[in-house]
């Protein structure tokens, strides 16, 4: 089993953690190791906690880091950091690293059912346990299925796209990636199909949907922040404007001092910030990155340092 994966903004994100020789960091979405690699390098008596829910990047990570010391790893869903790392007593952590979304191994492995490009399962479970994008697209109503696309996937056309996925169901139940590609494809108008794959917003939302990314990205957020010490740092990368949104509101909202109107001559609700920015804006891709790594188009870092 090979988890090939070309970790995203790799420079960025660490010289953002800020890493301590001693330190104790966590890799929340550890993959394939790309990051957690990185981070390990640049420890000498400190740790790094790598978690990962798919039992995929779990053997290859076992695997990588099987003879350093320094390395630890958790098969977990990274929306339960908190809880798993109470559970083994780890103390306050000195950063932790989210990468968020589908790895490259999950796309470019057929079977896993992510990829609109390959013929197989309708599946999309990083977890591989769940329910599947093809119980869903068989399963729940139209108004739902609407709203699962427009939400999570912004997609113009959810409207269609669902009406003509009902239809194909009542004829047979819809069972791999490229039945249900060719359904998106009839139901958006011509112009669109010209304009990338028509059916990527769609496997996007099924995706979110299956795996539950954005209630995963609030909760671990939130436990990722509560673990970090004083001067610790939250890195998160992210690949769409939903999960970069989320992102922003949170730091934001973490960098926030007195929320007193704006006419109060002096505070009374004694709100201090709990954070602040390490960068105000998104650190994105630069030119030589993209041209490795055309994936990295997408992607935006942010980082925030605990107070």
């Known amino acids: 089993m090979e988890f090939a994966h070309i970790p995203v903004l790799l420079n960025e994100a660490i ?35 790598s978690i990962d829910r798919d039992p995929d990047a779990i053997s290859i990570l076992t695997q990588r880091f099987k003879n350093n010391e320094n390395s630890i790893i958790i098969k977990g869903n990274f929306a339960d950091i908190k809880e798993i790392l109470n559970h083994r007593n780890v103390g306050r952590l000195d950063g ?59 997609e113009k056309f959810a409207d269609s796209i669902a009406a003509g996925i009902v239809r194909a169901r009542e004829e047979k139940p819809i069972k791999t990636t490229l039945e ?3 359904i998106v494809k009839n139901n958006v108008p011509q112009r669109v199909r010209r304009d990338g ?9 099924l995706r979110i949907a299956v795996n539950d990314e954005l209630g995963a990205l609030a909760k671990g957020l939130d436990g990722a922040f509560e673990l970090l010490g004083s001067g610790g740092r939250l890195a998160v ?23 007193c109107p704006k006419d109060f001559p002096v505070c009374v609700c004694g709100n201090k910030p709990k954070a602040k920015l390490v960068n105000r804006k998104p650190i994105c891709a630069n030119e030589t990155e993209l041209k490795e790594n055309p994936r990295a188009r997408s992607a935006k870092l942010r980082i925030c340092e605990k107070i």
């Not at 993959?31 to 790094?48: A, Q, R, V």
């Not at 346990?129 to 939400?151: D, R, S």
């Not at 794959?197 to 939302?205: D, E, G, L």
């Not at 990368?237 to 929320?259: P, Y």
Request: hydrophobic share 35%; glycine share 10%; net charge neutral.
């Open 15 to 49: 010289k953002g953690l800020k890493i301590k020789e001693n330190g104790i960091y966590a890799d929340g979405t550890a993959g394939g190791g790309g990051h957690s690699n990185e981070i390990l390098n640049h420890l000498t008596t400190g740790k790094l906690i």
């Open 96 to 154: 932790v690293l989210l990468d968020i979304g589908v790895s490259s191994y999950q796309l470019n492995t057929p079977s896993r059912g992510f990829s609109y490009h390959e013929d197989a399962p309708l599946d999309m479970r990083m977890s591989k346990k769940g329910t599947t994008a093809a119980e869903i697209v068989n399963t729940v109503p139209l108004n739902e299925l609407i709203n699962i696309l427009q939400t999570y996937g912004e």
């Open 180 to 182: 249900l590609a060719e």
């Open 197 to 205: 794959h028509p059916a990527r917003k769609t496997f996007q939302a």
């Open 237 to 259: 990368i992210t690949f769409h404007s939903l999960e970069d949104r989320m992102v922003k509101q949170k730091m934001a909202t973490w960098c926030k001092g007195c929320t």
